[in-house]
């Protein structure tokens, strides 16, 4: 299954939520009312026959209050998470990492998360840290792979190895790829109201213990006892929609994290060491809410095998290799130290938990695009490992830095254009500092543009954390920048797109499914299409050939190569932005389109690199490095 069924297939499990939802919801209204009927018996309170009462109004009251009360619980934990990530990591009273920390393990933390993006192809996810919890855990969070929050409890930071902690990452990572999660957070609401209940039945509880022993009060207790029952028989159903929908998906991001690491031995470091140890349970009174999207149980609760959101660690580790569950017995037995799990591991059994035993395909032998968003294999984390080692110490620390990272954006638009730095530099008269600016860009532009993604990759993420105005006039800075030639390239038009997506105002809001057909999108895919023709160097005859051949297909036939006149870089920009809510697996054919083109002359340059990678990650797909060290 490639990224594009996962994000199809999670979209159509949204709708299985919603199931699951209803049929909770008419199971706690059936025993609202049954309860209900219980204390009028017992309380020799007036009430109609037993037979008659589904069909009495009052039964339709006590209903709709039921209903009403689970939705407004629903609803108010989804204002509450309306920030996605960043919401449920500040729920949770998790600290930010930045960039400039000096722990040595958050450095570690940052260092293998920017690498596996980088690889990846997507923006590096903001960081926290549990600073309260020991034990070993880890999730994401986002409503899209552009908008991303990792969280991490201080015992992850302190007891894993990198090899380990790079194995919990790459998990955590393929939860990103797998559309995860969306659907995680939703659960998280859907859940708050079905507990809804239980909560009011817990608020008349503590009511009850100032009434008096009369007959009323005990009324209210008896009350309050039953909705409490009947909040934990919404316990009981939440538990159950969040193992359907999550144990199978703990193994496939296993399975991914192995593949993306070629280095099972870190992720099974990572599971013997809660096998063995103090586990992966939190003290967080949220750990209920986020059961279901960490790296390993948060609680400890009866009947495991009916509703446990994850596999047994024995399951995960057999998945892993037939023999670690053995070495996991034996170390634990012997109560030894952890050894290096950099050694050597013993093979993957051929499709164990849809694991492939196959090496990394050749950069010269590639798949298809579409088969490689949402997948990171050995030699894209090499090569990720490989652009962080080029970068200069000094301009590694400047991109770490929000005053920095502003300041290499201009740059890197300075040093791409032919006008002279002096005269770009007009269009930001107020700026305090155009001597580091001038001197950043000549850094920059002597690095080539092999790095110029990799320094965007670090630099966006950085400046995430900035308030809004601020952010809001670094946005300005860039588009008077890119104006002051009158003419704007498409490495501008990249490096501007990329940080509207990560820092303008619609950044943290979910995007929602709009487009099920290509004609409804028929005229951005010309536009964008005729970009890419032109871009290839085509003319004439040859570009009209080139463009139909590609777009065959995609786009109705009397849909003809746009003049170069009519593409530009604001019209571009709006077809990629109205691109990006198509349907997930309608995405996957246009990326192969536009490699086609770029390979049209069986090479692919460097501008034609970034600017596939960008449109990818603007339709929100990561896509690795592509053809790397191919690049002309």
């Given at each position: 299954?490639?990224?594009?069924?996962?994000?199809?297939?999670?979209?159509?499990?949204?709708?299985?939520?919603?199931?699951?939802?209803?049929?909770?919801?008419?199971?706690?209204?059936?025993?609202?009312?049954?309860?209900l009927?219980?204390?009028?018996v017992?309380?020799?309170?007036?009430?109609?026959?037993?037979?008659?009462?589904?069909?009495?109004?009052?039964?339709?009251?006590?209903?709709?209050?039921?209903?009403?009360?689970?939705?407004?619980?629903?609803?108010?934990?989804?204002?509450?998470l309306?920030?996605?990530?960043?919401?449920?990591?500040?729920?949770?009273?998790?600290?930010?990492?930045?960039?400039?920390?000096?722990h040595s393990?958050e450095?570690?933390?940052?260092?293998?998360?920017?690498?596996m993006?980088?690889?990846?192809?997507?923006?590096?996810?903001?960081?926290?840290?549990?600073?309260?919890?020991?034990?070993?855990?880890?999730f994401?969070?986002?409503?899209?792979?552009?908008?991303?929050?990792?969280?991490?409890?201080?015992?992850?930071?302190?007891?894993?190895?990198?090899?380990?902690?790079?194995?919990?990452?790459?998990?955590?990572?393929?939860?990103?790829?797998?559309?995860?999660?969306?659907?995680?957070?939703?659960?998280?609401?859907?859940?708050?109201?079905?507990?809804?209940?239980?909560?009011?039945?817990?608020?008349?509880?503590?009511?009850?213990?100032?009434?008096?022993?009369?007959?009323?009060?005990?009324s209210?207790?008896?009350?309050?006892?039953?909705?409490?029952?009947?909040?934990?028989?919404?316990?009981?159903?939440?538990?159950?929609?969040?193992?359907?929908?999550?144990?199978?998906?703990?193994?496939?991001?296993?399975?991914?994290?192995?593949?993306?690491?070629?280095?099972?031995?870190?992720?099974?470091?990572?599971?013997?060491?809660?096998?063995?140890?103090?586990?992966?349970?939190?003290?967080s009174?949220?750990a209920?809410?986020?059961?279901?999207?960490?790296?390993?149980?948060?609680?400890?609760?009866?009947?495991?095998?009916?509703?446990?959101?994850?596999?047994p660690?024995?399951?995960?580790?057999?998945?892993?290799?037939?023999?670690?569950?053995?070495?996991?017995?034996?170390?634990?037995?012997?109560?030894?130290?952890?050894?290096?799990?950099?050694?050597a591991?013993?093979?993957?059994?051929?499709?164990?938990?849809?694991?492939?035993?196959?090496?990394?395909?050749?950069?010269?032998?590639?798949?298809?695009?579409s088969?490689?968003?949402?997948?990171?294999?050995?030699?894209?984390?090499?090569?990720?490992?490989?652009?962080?080692?080029?970068?200069?110490?000094?301009?590694?620390?400047?991109?770490?830095?929000?005053?920095?990272?502003?300041?290499?954006?201009y740059?890197?638009?300075?040093?791409?254009?032919?006008?002279?730095?002096?005269e770009?530099?007009?269009?930001?008269?107020?700026?305090?500092?155009?001597?580091?600016?001038?001197?950043?860009?000549?850094?920059?532009?002597?690095?080539?543009?092999?790095?110029?993604?990799?320094?965007?990759?670090?630099?966006?993420p950085?400046?995430?954390?900035?308030?809004?105005?601020?952010?809001?006039?670094?946005?300005?800075?860039?588009?008077?920048?890119?104006?002051?030639?009158?003419?704007?390239?498409?490495?501008?038009?990249?490096?501007?797109?990329?940080?509207?997506?990560?820092?303008?105002?619609?950044?943290?809001?979910?995007?929602?499914?709009?487009?099920?057909?290509?004609?409804?999108?028929?005229?951005?895919?010309?536009?964008l299409?005729?970009?890419?023709?032109?871009?290839?160097?085509?003319?004439?005859?040859?570009?009209?050939?080139?463009?139909?051949?590609?777009?065959?297909?995609?786009?109705?036939?009397?849909?003809?190569?746009?003049p170069?006149?009519?593409?530009?870089?604001?019209?571009?920009?709006?077809?990629?932005?109205?691109?990006?809510?198509?349907?997930?697996?309608?995405?996957?054919?246009?990326?192969?389109?536009?490699?086609?083109?770029?390979?049209?002359?069986?090479?692919?340059?460097?501008?034609?690199?970034e600017?596939?990678?960008?449109?990818?990650?603007?339709?929100?797909?990561?896509l690795?490095?592509?053809?790397?060290?191919?690049?002309?």
């Amino acid at each position: 299954m490639d990224f594009f069924q996962h994000q199809e297939r999670a979209r159509r499990k949204t709708g299985l939520l919603v199931l699951y939802f209803i049929l909770a919801v008419v199971a706690v209204v059936l025993c609202v009312n049954l309860a209900l009927l219980l204390l009028f018996v017992w309380t020799d309170m007036e009430a109609p026959p037993a037979q008659q009462w589904f069909s009495h109004p009052i039964t339709l009251w006590i209903s709709l209050f039921t209903l009403v009360v689970m939705v407004c619980g629903c609803l108010a934990k989804t204002w509450q998470l309306r920030r996605g990530g960043e919401g449920l990591a500040t729920m949770l009273g998790a600290r930010r990492i930045t960039p400039d920390t000096r722990h040595s393990d958050e450095k570690r933390l940052i260092n293998v998360v920017e690498e596996m993006s980088i690889a990846s192809g997507i923006p590096a996810p903001q960081l926290y840290v549990m600073d309260q919890e020991s034990a070993i855990n880890a999730f994401v969070a986002g409503f899209r792979p552009s908008e991303t929050v990792l969280v991490v409890t201080s015992g992850t930071l302190k007891r894993l190895s990198r090899d380990e902690l790079q194995g919990v990452i790459a998990h955590e990572f393929s939860h990103i790829f797998n559309a995860d999660m969306r659907l995680n957070l939703r659960l998280i609401a859907v859940l708050a109201g079905i507990l809804a209940i239980g909560k009011i039945g817990e608020f008349f509880l503590r009511g009850s213990r100032h009434s008096s022993s009369s007959r009323k009060g005990n009324s209210l207790l008896l009350v309050a006892l039953a909705l409490v029952v009947i909040g934990y028989l919404g316990l009981f159903f939440g538990r159950l929609i969040k193992a359907a929908i999550s144990r199978q998906r703990e193994l496939l991001a296993d399975a991914s994290a192995v593949q993306f690491t070629r280095n099972p031995a870190g992720l099974a470091g990572a599971l013997i060491k809660i096998r063995n140890g103090d586990g992966s349970h939190l003290k967080s009174v949220h750990a209920e809410d986020m059961s279901h999207m960490c790296f390993g149980e948060t609680l400890r609760f009866r009947f495991r095998r009916l509703l446990a959101t994850h596999p047994p660690l024995d399951e995960r580790l057999g998945a892993l290799g037939e023999d670690w569950v053995a070495r996991a017995r034996v170390r634990a037995r012997a109560d030894a130290p952890q050894p290096d799990t950099t050694s050597a591991s013993p093979p993957l059994p051929e499709g164990a938990a849809g694991f492939s035993a196959e090496t990394a395909t050749p950069a010269a032998d590639a798949p298809r695009p579409s088969a490689q968003v949402g997948r990171v294999d050995e030699a894209n984390v090499g090569y990720a490992r490989t652009l962080l080692d080029a970068l200069p110490a000094d301009i590694n620390r400047t991109l770490h830095d929000p005053a920095g990272a502003e300041l290499a954006l201009y740059a890197l638009v300075i040093s791409s254009s032919d006008s002279e730095p002096d005269e770009l530099l007009k269009s930001l008269p107020n700026h305090p500092k155009k001597a580091a600016l001038t001197d950043l860009s000549r850094q920059l532009g002597k690095l080539g543009s092999r790095l110029r993604l990799p320094v965007i990759d670090l630099a966006l993420p950085t400046l995430k954390s900035l308030p809004t105005p601020q952010r809001r006039a670094i946005l300005a800075n860039l588009a008077a920048l890119t104006r002051a030639d009158e003419k704007t390239t498409l490495f501008e038009w990249a490096l501007t797109g990329l940080a509207h997506q990560q820092l303008g105002d619609r950044a943290q809001r979910n995007r929602h499914t709009r487009f099920h057909r290509y004609g409804t999108v028929a005229g951005e895919l010309q536009v964008l299409f005729s970009v890419l023709t032109w871009g290839s160097g085509a003319r004439d005859q040859a570009a009209n050939e080139l463009f139909r051949r590609s777009t065959h297909g995609l786009i109705p036939e009397n849909r003809t190569l746009l003049p170069l006149t009519h593409c530009s870089s604001k019209r571009l920009g709006e077809a990629v932005d109205k691109l990006a809510d198509l349907s997930p697996l309608l995405k996957g054919p246009v990326l192969d389109a536009m490699a086609d083109l770029a390979m049209a002359d069986g090479k692919i340059q460097v501008t034609e690199a970034e600017l596939l990678r960008t449109v990818a990650s603007l339709m929100e797909c990561p896509l690795p490095p592509l053809f790397a060290g191919t690049y002309q």
